[in-house]
């Protein structure tokens, strides 16, 4: 890629290291966010490492810097010009120009990673005075990815010279390279995919840089190295993200040959395994009486399919078909996004991680499991990029939620998201009916209604009745009972007649419906109009569409995110705005 090549290597024959095992991620994965560890809100992939000497000594060096007047991690040595060079670095205000965040002036974590005594080619234009030292301070910021360099007269103890160089690195000092040595010996994927526990001494290139561009930095602009350890022909590279302090991938290359190399990417590294795993071919999953397969679909969202529940046929298939998020009800602009894989596929907005299968809690007992994906632009939380989270949940007594939600940014504070769910029930024979003046009422024809304020349930909060074989389902829409922060569906319900003659959604559909509109035009009224046909004794798909409005006010926040700074790096939280009814078994 870009022309990038390892002479060291030669020829980089890349081999997946992608175990899929998709069961294999239910709750493997903890976030720390305990003050008390110095390392907490760095360790993210293995608990493990968090609690050695090592960790939390540099974590508490970047936390004692962040509360330092001049919030810079400063370079030990003995050398007394070093030392001078440093300080003199310190007193222009072009060389500490980055070091608090412009709005909140809060502290950026920086730290002096090099100083030397400059050479010819690092003066430049500098004219050298007669007798005088000249030294080089590098100066990196971890939150912007930004290099600042000053030459220093030490002997005069003036700055020259300074530079700033955006989305570039300096060479790594040495106890970074010893510290991703450590994160990559230590971690127990390595020693998985070794085989055995290899020592520091075993670790190549630790603090080589330049083949990694672009790593993290496809999308984060994160500082990346590679430890890497030969075994026999191969190379296995722990790609080490020194923003975050933790293993962000492996890779296994060939070691035996010469010719042109491919950069190595965080990125590559998921969207290869994601497309691997997930998008070529469908997984089984088995849990708590349920079974069902799934696969990430090119543009439809996480497809499920041939749901049953203790071996009796629920759903034939469940996906996300759109998208459409609008703006100002007024001038009526925005996107209709579809989302899907990463690579060779129609979606905007990809799949950016591994389907995630976890425990289902409620007041701390386990009541099912939950099957998510997310999806998310390139560069979010940015403005008008996308985070779009599906979710589906199944529990121990039959009921299934389909659900999704938006985790913003998007382009504007004033959208509305309409995400199109299409959901077709198994059955060859099933029916419809809606709550009307306190009895179920049966649709003869394919139509559609929209839930407002009006909108009957019965006793138990079901708007629809959806009758399968010879059960039936209660469909309660979210009216914000469901304690994901959901507000209510306000969801526009379509029911369609199964042709199999026809393709209207059972293979992967481009964008149906456009992004603005806010009647009932959102697409799956193509399969209705102009004449509506029977349902009687049919199979039908019920298409369910949310509109959920976010809010950007304080306290108010939803389908919305922000940054905001931890230990001296930009980090995200998110206000997600969750949508999606719920379907219980009629006893």
Request: charged share 25%; glycine share 6%.
């Amino acid at each position: 890629m870009n022309g990038w090549k390892l002479a060291l290597y030669g020829t980089l024959c890349w081999h997946f290291f992608v175990g899929c095992n998709p069961q294999g991620n239910s709750t493997s994965t903890k976030s720390f966010v305990d003050t008390a560890n110095a390392a907490a809100a760095f360790i993210l992939d293995d608990s493990t490492i968090s609690s050695e000497a090592w960790m939390q000594s540099y974590i508490l060096k970047v936390r004692i810097a962040l509360q330092n007047k001049i919030p810079i991690m400063l370079l030990e040595s003995k050398d007394s010009f070093v030392l001078n060079a440093q300080n003199i670095a310190l007193t222009d205000s072009r060389f500490t120009q980055y070091l608090f965040d412009k709005n909140t002036k809060q502290p950026l974590r920086n730290e002096i990673f090099n100083i030397y005594q400059a050479r010819p080619s690092d003066l430049g234009k500098v004219k050298m005075e007669n007798n005088s030292k000249y030294f080089r301070v590098e100066l990196y910021n971890f939150a912007l990815n930004i290099a600042t360099i000053a030459i220093v007269n030490v002997t005069a103890k003036t700055v020259v010279d300074v530079n700033v160089f955006p989305d570039l690195q300096p060479e790594i000092p040495l106890h970074l390279r010893e510290l991703a040595i450590k994160l990559a010996v230590k971690n127990t994927k390595v020693c998985k995919a070794l085989g055995y526990k290899p020592g520091e001494t075993d670790a190549l290139m630790a603090n080589t840089k330049t083949a990694l561009n672009n790593t993290k930095c496809e999308r984060s602009l994160h500082l990346c190295v590679a430890p890497t350890f030969v075994k026999k022909d191969k190379a296995l590279w722990a790609i080490i993200d020194l923003t975050d302090l933790k293993l962000v991938g492996i890779r296994w290359t060939e070691v035996n040959s010469t010719g042109p190399g491919e950069r190595i990417g965080e990125r590559k590294l998921k969207f290869e395994k994601i497309m691997e795993c997930y998008c070529k071919k469908e997984n089984t999953l088995t849990r708590n009486g349920w079974n069902m397969k799934y696969i990430i679909t090119n543009s439809d969202g996480l497809k499920i399919s041939h749901v049953q529940f203790k071996n009796k046929d629920i759903l034939h298939s469940v996906k996300l078909v759109d998208w459409h998020v609008s703006y100002s009800g007024t001038d009526g602009f925005g996107y209709s996004d579809a989302v899907g894989c990463p690579e060779f596929s129609q979606a905007a907005v990809v799949a950016v991680s591994e389907p995630k299968i976890a425990e289902l809690f409620n007041n701390e007992k386990s009541v099912g499991f939950t099957l998510e994906q997310s999806f998310q632009s390139e560069l979010w939380p940015q403005p008008c990029n996308y985070n779009y989270l599906q979710r589906y949940e199944f529990y121990n007594d039959g009921r299934f939620r389909v659900a999704v939600g938006s985790l913003g940014r998007g382009c504007g504070n004033d959208g509305t998201y309409r995400p199109v769910i299409r959901i077709f029930f198994a059955g060859d024979k099933n029916t419809f009916k809606e709550w009307e003046e306190n009895k179920w009422n049966l649709w003869h024809k394919e139509a559609w209604k929209l839930q407002s304020d009006k909108t009957g349930y019965n006793e138990n909060g079901y708007q629809y009745l959806v009758g399968i074989n010879n059960a039936s389902y209660g469909l309660e829409p979210s009216k914000g009972q469901f304690n994901d922060h959901g507000r209510g569906d306000n969801a526009w319900v379509f029911i369609t007649a199964y042709n199999a003659d026809k393709d209207e959604g059972e293979k992967d559909l481009i964008t149906i419906g456009p992004c603005c509109n806010t009647d009932y035009r959102q697409g799956p009224e193509k399969f209705i109009e102009p004449m509506p046909e029977s349902l009687e004794k049919r199979k039908f798909i019920l298409w369910y569409v949310p509109q959920i409005k976010n809010d950007n006010a304080p306290g108010r926040e939803y389908c919305w995110a922000e940054s905001y700074l931890d230990n001296g790096v930009y980090k995200t939280k998110t206000y997600p705005c969750m949508a999606g009814p719920m379907f219980i078994p009629i006893k």
